[in-house]
């Protein structure tokens, strides 16, 4: 069975990682499960609870605030469907990890580009051995811009990432309101249609 990339993307509380969780839970009884979450509060806590208790026993849980490719690489030698929640968290992780004299908007660019193609070729290789990997990821950039150098540098980095990944996806789905959408097969039936 040949795997897969899919991306599951959505504003916050949309309803995109329970139904990530329902794919993945769909696709296949081995589920490698990839959290980026890092719990700073007792907010991000009850957040990191919540997710834990909606997953089922069985499944393999991978801590990969940082060099999530390895992660996903290592679970992908044992597991035929990987989550990865989430893209944006990690993002945030790999930002706040540049210390504050050095952060450019080039050196941001720069750095989350190589991070992104990582995880990529790392999904990429993935999915030719027969394994789908399904990233969720933040909408982020649909408000108003932010007021401050770092939320501005955040919101455009998470923008390029999901084009990245979508781009590599076989599936692109939206969810809003708990209902999602696979905005990248409707893409190509507008696209076929607009062809006759």
């Known amino acids: 069975m040949a795997g897969k990339i899919v991306l599951v993307t959505g504003g916050a509380r949309s309803g995109k990682s329970a139904f990530a969780e329902r794919l993945a ?7 490698g499960y990839i959290a980026t979450a890092q719990i700073y509060d007792e907010e991000m806590r009850y957040r990191v609870k919540l ?15 940082f060099g999530a490719e390895k992660a996903l690489a290592e679970a992908a030698a044992s597991h ?3 989550l990865f929640d989430c893209i944006t968290l990690y993002l945030s992780n790999l930002l706040c ?3 504050e004299a050095d952060l450019t908007e080039e050196r941001a ?3 989350m580009t190589v991070q992104i193609d990582r995880l990529l070729q790392a999904a990429q290789t993935a999915a030719e051995q027969g394994v789908t990997v399904i990233f969720v990821s933040n909408e982020v950039g649909a408000g108003i811009v932010p007021e401050n150098r770092l939320a501005r540098f955040y919101r455009d980095l998470s923008g390029l990432a999901n084009q990245r990944i979508a781009a590599a996806a ?9 209902i999602p959408v696979n905005i990248k097969r409707l893409n190509t ?4 249609e607009g062809d006759r």
Request: glycine share 4%.
């Open 109 to 111: 660019y720069a750095d």
């Open 170 to 178: 076989e599936d692109v789905y939206a969810v809003l309101a708990g």
């Open 51 to 65: 997710h834990q208790e909606r997953r089922p026993d069985n499944w393999q849980t991978y801590e990969a605030p």
């Open 189 to 192: 039936l507008l696209v076929q």
């Open 25 to 31: 839970a769909k696709a296949g009884e081995s589920v």
């Open 97 to 99: 990890a540049i210390p």
């Open 80 to 82: 035929t469907v990987i």
